[in-house]
């Protein structure tokens, strides 16, 4: 009778082991799509990348000599809309998927077929992306402004649209699921306040996804109906106006860069306490700037047009918010700072990912508000200072911040450990190539150099040279990154359930998690940063040891 | 010796305030300036880059030290001291940069107006009559402030005083810039204005989103099509400065360039003279009724200036 229940326990779990499969198909388990996210927005990431290469190598010679000009205008479209779309948008949506539930002791998110639908959605939305080559890339920058998008290959730009269409879909279908997760399947003992910062983080970012993604959604309707059906709502030729498109489109695409920051801000509020062994400085200051910057993020979209159809008071205000979201993200950086202040850190791949994110980001941070400046941003908008500016706040943000988590939650979502050493080569060569990449930039943009040109003056040549160098770089550095991620797959030690000695639930749990997440029910035994409270430093490893000892003997 | 702690904060301190202070005026990050208010946005640009190197300094700083004084000890398995916030310390992170973007707007503000920026004369949307009654009212007070009474009309696209010495009309096609003077009928590819005399463009776009840029003159404006921009300065510095193209309008984007001369007086009326006749020797007296195109009167030598203008626009 025994035997014969054990037999069909086994059966049963047997049968509910994760096969590789199941990541290419429709599966609800969050975990599943988590992966399945983060895989796919890698892939993305590395064609987006290469077109970034094909970018740099243009201008590393004032002349359009290695792309056409058109076909140049066709790649930076194509890098800014993956890379935003299809690589930092849905590897935020990965953690969010792959972390909330565990975090929040959770079976599963609120919605599991919406969630993969949401997932599922990404694919053809990528796909006819990259199909658009076919038929002529779109030429219109990622932002796509009337009346050139309405002149420059109809179907390469309506593919465009109906791709941002599909992956803003998705994105706001994530964003009910992380939202009602997060408020309604917490373990009975987790209040708000006992929450992750992750999940603040998440908290803000789907608010801020279901209230402005429905506004892109109406313009590129309106954009369409204008390019296939001849309408006159953005196009002055018949009494449109371009201005209006400019205000739908950044309404969505300001808040866009908090979808794509604020996520990452609470990975590194996770990851710093864990390799500092220090509890997070200021909980409630941190989690309620993130509903500040989502605030915020809502009320300063003409700071993208200071130079276009706005009138000068209204210049003024949006110069004010603008300026604001300084003191919300300044709280932030300052409170990582002092997280790690007389803690004991460990400088691992995550956490040298983290100081990096830190470091860089402030640099973002700081030309951001001098943006915000009106008279200044006369002069530097549309110029390369604002892609110095904007690729540290994404990549010296996002992405730093990104691999951080990456290489952090690598042994729970895999099950094994990576190649310390590897994963610090892949930082240190990130690290020094973005900072060669993005910092002459800033430069070239106050000298006068204007962005989404192929062709510009032989005398910013040098600085040009030195970025395309450092592009180069980044593309060596992507190598440690994929031998360490296959390399530790399939030959990589098996890893501990928490090697991090991380408080969170998310590590209470085996890694990989098993099926329902947790063998039984969570317990919250304490709060998400509690380090160094509840034991007296010198005796905790042997206490338990002997603890363990203990009830070995037993 | 053991120094105070407290004493080497100070020290540290002082030591970055000056270190921001003189990087804020030495940074060489900025291009020649050719007018007052190019100047005065490079003002502000140094007292932004002052207060950001003063807080990349202090931040980095703190990274750098917590990574070489708070390492973990080999061995060592135990966690830090359960510090779990400071209030005073977090009220006054989050006032200082409170004060500061209070400051920095407030001089934003001030640098913008003086550029013009909210200036009620620029106005072109307004109709005749409440131009009129905005422009008593600005004799009445001798003060711009429209921010606060935005009510009170349209304001204009761009930026600029409404008295100017030269008034230019500007249209913009893909991927050329040209230049009518209404005073003298002259037609350009190129803009020629006399040093310390106050232009006014007007501009026009013909096909798509262009912007008007002068890196020296630290100006910039959209030129849109179905509606008219305006931008002014007051040239105080004789060179020739590059006009760009800074908002995508094609594939040629990038050749959208052409120069702005600023001349001496003398230079600028010879310029004058020397164009006059040429462009009546190139068109004469149109008969009645003829209606020109919109190219019409540019001369030769003028389309050779004009870099990459593909032949449909002609």
Redesign the interface.
């Known amino acids: 009778m025994v035997s014969n229940t054990e037999v069909v326990k086994k059966e049963h779990r047997e049968r509910r082991e994760r096969r590789l499969i199941d990541y290419f198909t429709f599966n609800t388990d969050h975990k599943v799509i988590g992966i399945q996210y983060l895989v796919t927005s890698f892939l993305f990431y590395f064609i987006g990348g290469a077109f970034a290469e094909a970018m740099r190598t243009e201008l590393a010679t004032p002349n359009?000599d290695f792309l056409?000009?058109?076909l140049?205008?066709q790649m930076f479209t194509l890098h800014g809309t993956i890379m935003i779309f299809l690589w930092i948008v849905p590897a935020g949506a990965a953690f969010a998927n792959y972390l909330i539930p565990l975090m929040i002791g959770a079976e599963d998110m609120a919605f599991p077929r919406l969630n993969a639908v949401a997932f599922w959605l990404l694919p053809p939305g990528g796909l006819l992306l990259i199909a658009s080559l076919l038929v002529g890339a779109p030429?219109?920058?990622w932002t796509s402004?009337p009346?050139?998008s309405l002149?420059?290959g109809k179907w390469g730009q309506e593919m465009w649209i109906l791709s941002i269409l599909l992956l803003g879909t998705s994105s706001i279908l994530g964003a009910i699921n992380f939202a009602t997760t997060i408020l309604k399947m917490r373990i009975k003992d987790m209040d708000l306040h006992s929450m992750p910062l992750f999940c603040w983080s998440m908290l803000a970012t789907s608010a801020l996804i279901l209230l402005s993604t429905p506004v892109l959604a109406s313009a590129l309707i309106l954009l369409s109906f204008d390019l296939i059906a001849g309408t006159s709502f953005f196009n002055?030729?018949g009494?449109?106006?371009?201005?209006v498109y400019q205000h739908l489109f950044w309404f969505y695409s300001h808040p866009a860069v908090y979808i794509m920051i604020l996520p990452f801000f609470g990975v590194i509020s996770e990851v710093i306490p864990v390799h500092?062994?220090?509890?997070?400085?200021?909980?409630?200051?941190i989690a309620y700037s993130s509903l500040a910057i989502s605030f915020l993020g809502l009320i300063v979209w003409a700071h993208h047009m200071f130079?276009?159809?706005?009138?000068?008071?209204?210049?003024?205000f949006f110069?004010?918010t603008t300026?604001?979201v300084?003191?919300p993200t300044?709280?932030k950086?300052?409170?990582w700072?002092?997280t790690?202040?007389?803690?004991?850190?460990?400088?691992n791949t995550p956490m040298l990912f983290a100081?990096g994110f830190?470091?860089s980001f402030?640099?973002g941070g700081?030309?951001g508000?001098?943006l915000a400046?009106?008279?200044?941003d006369?002069?530097v908008?549309?110029?390369y200072f604002v892609v110095g500016h904007f690729h540290y706040v994404l990549f010296g943000g996002s992405a730093l911040a990104l691999f951080a988590g990456f290489y952090h939650w690598f042994p729970k979502m895999t099950g094994k450990n990576y190649n310390e050493t590897l994963g610090r080569l892949h930082f240190i060569l990130t690290f020094l190539g973005f900072n060669i990449t993005f910092m002459p930039m800033?430069?070239l943009g106050?000298?006068?150099m204007?962005?989404?040109?192929?062709?510009?003056?032989p005398s910013f040549q040098p600085l040009n040279l030195i970025s395309t160098a450092g592009a180069y770089l980044l593309a060596i550095s992507t190598i440690p990154f994929i031998i360490n991620v296959v390399w530790s797959l399939l030959k990589g030690t098996k890893a501990e359930r928490n090697p991090w000695?991380a408080l969170t639930l998310e590590w209470q749990t085996a890694s990989p998690p098993v099926m329902e997440n947790f063998e039984e029910e969570p317990i919250l035994w304490s709060g998400p940063?509690?380090?160094?409270?509840d034991?007296s430093?010198?005796a905790?490893?042997q206490s338990v040891e002997e603890m363990l000892a203990d009830v070995a003997s037993k | 010796m053991n120094i105070p702690s407290n004493i080497i904060t100070l020290l540290a301190g002082i030591f970055l305030t000056l270190i921001s202070l003189w990087y804020g005026q030495h940074h060489g990050l900025m291009p020649a300036a050719a007018s007052e208010e190019a100047k005065a946005v490079d003002e502000l640009f140094n007292f932004m880059m002052t207060i950001a190197t003063g807080l990349f300094l202090l931040v980095e700083g703190v990274l750098v030290y917590c990574v070489i004084r708070f390492r973990r000890k080999r061995g060592d398995r135990t966690d830090g001291p359960p510090v779990e916030g400071n209030v005073p310390l977090e009220i006054l992170w989050t006032a200082i940069p409170t004060i500061i973007v209070f400051i920095l707007a407030l001089y934003s503000f001030e640098v913008y107006n003086s550029l013009g920026g909210l200036d009620v004369d620029t106005s072109k949307d307004l109709p005749a009559s409440r131009l009129e009654m905005a422009d008593e009212e600005e004799n009445h007070h001798h003060h711009h402030l429209v921010a606060l009474n935005p009510h009170g009309g349209h304001l204009a696209l761009g930026i600029g005083s409404g008295k100017a010495d030269l008034e230019v009309e500007v249209n913009a096609i893909q991927y050329a810039w040209i230049f009518t003077y209404p005073d003298t009928g002259i037609i350009s590819g190129e803009l020629h204005v006399p040093v310390n005399k106050r232009v006014r463009l007007k501009m026009k776009a013909g096909d798509v989103i262009h912007a008007f840029w002068v890196p020296q003159l630290r100006l910039k404006q959209d030129v849109i099509p179905g509606r008219e921009s305006e931008l002014s300065f007051k040239p105080t510095k004789i060179g020739r400065y590059p006009i760009i193209c800074a908002e995508l309008c094609g594939a040629y984007h990038g050749g959208m360039k052409t120069t702005l001369y600023v001349e001496s007086e003398e230079d600028y009326q010879q310029w004058v003279e020397k164009n006059l006749i040429a462009q009546t020797q190139d068109n004469p007296s149109p008969p009645s009724g003829y209606k020109p195109h919109p190219l019409a009167g540019v001369t030769r030598d003028t389309l050779a200036q004009i870099p990459h203008i593909p032949p449909q626009s002609l």
């Open positions: 359009p056409s000009p058109e140049y205008n030429q219109a920058g402004y009346p050139l002149m420059t002055p030729a009494g449109g106006d371009p201005v500092s062994r220090k509890p997070i400085f200021g909980y409630r200051a130079t276009s159809g706005t009138p000068g008071w209204l210049r003024m110069m004010a300026m604001l300084a003191v300044g709280i950086v300052f409170s700072c002092a790690m202040w007389g803690g004991k850190i460990s400088l100081i830190v470091s402030l640099i700081l030309t508000v001098m400046s009106v008279p200044f006369i002069h908008h549309d110029t800033h430069q106050l000298m006068g204007n962005r989404r040109i192929a062709l510009y003056d000695n940063y509690d380090y160094g409270i034991t430093p010198e905790t490893a």
